[in-house]
């Protein structure tokens, strides 16, 4: 089949679950857009869709959106990313990922046969939060976790939860995009793909909105916890 039909395809899906969660949609897309496309072309068209299903849910959740809780994870990715990009030209990356894979799913799945632990920490853990997720993104592009987590166990409303990871990812996918691009990465085709996949995206990401509006804050948080245990198990897999 051709691709300007499956990779539209792949994005409502992925737009459903961005919607439903407010993160998720690249660990759903890559690996499918990897078994049609190739990989350089992939990576693009992934971070492009991103922005804009992010910026579709920053503009739905735009009442949900608290400042003081999104500037500490924004301001902590800067100097994150550029430790990252040290980090990934030194340490192998498998191992980073194989840890991470196994801090991120041992947490989750403790959380789902326990109950999610809720702390009502200072929003200074956000600048902590967003360095590692700076870093751990440039160094090896699992970077949403510390961020995913740390907003997790807050005991946020689940609007509030989407609303701050949703805005952090799109901050994270502009500069990702403009890296793409003056790399010469970004073609005509990824942009063509792109459009192509615009209004699957927004049909997807109102599914997955209308579908979280009828969740209580504890099914929704069971739902992240287990999409995190799936996450931490594919990062594990992937690279032993």
């Known amino acids: 089949m051709s691709p300007f039909l499956l990779v539209p395809a792949i994005f409502f899906t992925a737009g459903m679950v961005q919607g439903l969660t407010g993160f998720g949609q690249a660990l759903l897309a ?8 190739d990989i350089k072309l992939a990576v693009p068209v992934c971070t492009l869709c991103g922005l804009v299903i992010n910026v579709d849910m920053t503009n739905r ?3 949900s959106l608290d400042r003081a809780k999104i500037l500490p994870l924004i301001i902590g990715s800067i100097p994150g990313s550029i430790l990252g990009t040290m980090m990934l030209k030194e340490i192998n990356g498998d191992y980073i990922r194989v840890f991470l894979g196994c ?12 109950r999610t632990p809720k702390f009502n920490i200072s929003n200074k853990w956000g600048y902590f939060s967003g360095f590692l997720t700076g870093s751990i993104a440039a160094a090896v592009s699992a970077g949403g976790p510390p961020s995913i987590i740390y907003a997790s166990i807050q ?3 689940k609007d509030t939860v989407k609303a701050t990871l949703v805005s952090l990812f799109l901050f994270s996918g502009i500069l990702a995009a403009v890296g793409h691009l003056i790399s010469g990465l970004t073609t005509l085709l990824a942009f ?3 459009l192509a996949s615009v209004l699957p995206i927004f049909a997807g990401t109102y ?3 209308k579908l979280s509006n009828r969740l209580s804050d504890e099914f929704y948080s ?4 287990t999409m995190l245990v ?6 594990i897999f992937q690279n032993v």
């Open 103 to 114: 801090l991120i799913a041992g947490f989750a799945a403790y959380s789902l046969l326990a």
């Open 222 to 225: 069971r739902i992240v916890m």
């Open 155 to 157: 005991g946020w409303k």
């Open 30 to 37: 890559m690996p499918l857009l990897a078994l049609i496309v």
């Open 207 to 209: 599914v997955g909105s």
């Open 192 to 194: 063509k793909l792109v």
């Open 230 to 235: 799936i996450m931490g198990l594919m990062l």
């Open 61 to 63: 959740l735009r009442k």
